[in-house]
């Protein structure tokens, strides 16, 4: 097919349906939730920022007590006879430049993430992404059922009747896909016209439902903050935390939480607006505090509500992440932290940093998260490293690339990444 036939396809088709392609074509290169995210959260430096929006987004982790999806027995120890082995995904290139942020000392960088060192769980729960993609992006293993029970909770928690909503699903309808398979020359892949998201629209909001499990909502008017507090990509850390307090208790019945957790994370810099200056960046978060320090990652991870503001730091745009974690592979046993460190300093790491690991001394932070991008065939942990990168540093602001070593056990893995000189 040839690219001017792609191209003159897609103009045919409607905002959704374009946004949802661009996504997909993009999979090999940035995963769809962590494109809204979600979930989880890239920082690309310098003018390659993977999301450059004109007010901050406010992420809150929320464990929802809406859907089946929480595993409940992820406090259960690690089962070490009958675990399925595991496949790493080595594609983690998911947008334009690398992952890396900007900051003048790795301190400047802040977050609740709820794991640390000291109290590091001996197992994680491994579960399969449901959803996959073929060769021409078109996905399967979304359930409809659920993405509708999403939409609907969503609803209820706005305060509108289901009984009123009228869902409709984001497929072209037949005069759209004709004068796309015409512009196509008939060589439309399969499953192309497939539906990927759930709208209702009622009261000035429109709600919607994609296929990862991602639910937003819009607001149209975007809705005006009280002036005393500063809605903006700009705002300092102490305008951050009243925003927060603010949208805590002002949403309550959309973020929906029992026990939250405040989590004022990033610190890192990016230019300004206008080019002509750095500012730091923060995010607002709220996660469930889970009954142990295991639930608790899970809900850091996979459960998130976030609120967006436009342009003039009106509030325009909420969005609540309920990945399907239903399919759970089991609790796997985890490594510590340090020897992932020597995994490390061996090589054995994936990362989308154009620079072979520096050396030990540049090692600066360490995490644990879950990694959730497209290219994953299985949602498990890794120690994300920060690491100073020198070939980078400018007038004393550095940046900090990401690498990443597998937290589940050797044994159980099939192909532990091992870095050959190349970047994916």
């Not at 088709?13 to 494109?35: G, H, V, Y």
């Not at 940093?353 to 600066?364: I, R, S, T």
């Not at 597998?406 to 990444?417: D, F, G, I, R, T």
Request: hydrophobic fraction near 35%; aromatic fraction near 12%; proline fraction near 5%.
């Amino acid at each position: 097919m040839k690219r001017e036939q792609i191209s003159d396809a897609f103009n045919l088709l409607n905002d959704a349906f374009i946004i949802e392609t661009d996504i997909l074509r993009n999979s090999r290169k940035q995963k769809p939730k962590d494109i809204v995210l979600q979930k989880t959260l890239y920082l690309v430096k310098k003018h390659w920022k993977w999301t450059a929006a004109a007010c901050l987004a406010l992420t809150v982790f929320a464990g929802s007590k809406l859907l089946s999806h929480n595993p409940t027995d992820i406090s259960q120890p690690a089962q070490t006879k009958d675990l399925p082995m595991l496949s790493i995904s080595e594609y983690i290139n998911e947008g334009m430049g690398f992952e890396g942020l900007w900051a003048y000392d790795i301190s400047d960088l802040t977050d609740s993430n709820p794991w640390n060192e000291a109290a590091s769980p001996s197992s994680l729960p491994v579960f399969r992404n449901q959803l996959s993609y073929n060769k021409d992006f078109v996905a399967t293993g979304a359930d409809f059922g659920k993405m509708r029970e999403l939409l609907t909770d969503l609803a209820g928690r706005l305060g509108l009747d289901e009984n009123s909503l009228t869902i409709k699903d984001n497929a072209p309808d037949e005069e759209e896909k004709k004068e796309i398979t015409e512009k196509m020359e008939g060589d439309v892949p399969d499953g192309y016209f497939n539906p990927t998201q759930l709208t209702t629209k009622k009261n000035g909001m429109e709600i919607t439902v994609d296929q990862t499990m991602l639910g937003t909502v819009s607001f149209a008017p975007a809705i005006k903050l009280p002036k005393q507090f500063h809605f903006a990509d700009s705002a300092s850390y102490e305008e951050t935390a009243a925003v927060a307090n603010y949208l805590k208790e002002q949403y309550k019945n959309l973020i929906h939480l029992d026990n939250p957790q405040l989590n004022i994370s990033g610190g890192d810099y990016s230019n300004s607006e206008n080019g002509s200056s750095l500012q730091q960046e923060y995010k607002i978060s709220f996660y469930e505090t889970g009954k142990n320090i295991s639930e608790s990652i899970i809900n850091y991870n996979f459960r998130q509500i976030s609120f967006d503001c436009d342009d003039t730091g009106k509030l325009s745009l909420a969005s609540l992440d309920q990945t399907d974690l239903s399919q759970k592979m089991g609790n796997y046993p985890i490594i510590t932290s340090k020897d992932a460190k020597n995994l490390l300093l061996n090589g054995n790491y994936i990362t989308s940093v154009p620079y072979q690991l520096p050396g030990e001394k540049f090692v600066a932070k360490t995490e644990l998260i879950y990694r959730t991008g497209t290219n994953e065939k299985y949602f498990m942990p890794y120690y994300r490293f920060y690491v100073e990168l020198p070939e980078e540093e400018r007038d004393g602001l550095k940046t900090y690339g990401a690498y990443y070593v597998p937290a589940v056990a050797k044994k159980y893995l099939s192909n532990m990444p091992l870095w050959d000189g190349s970047f994916n």
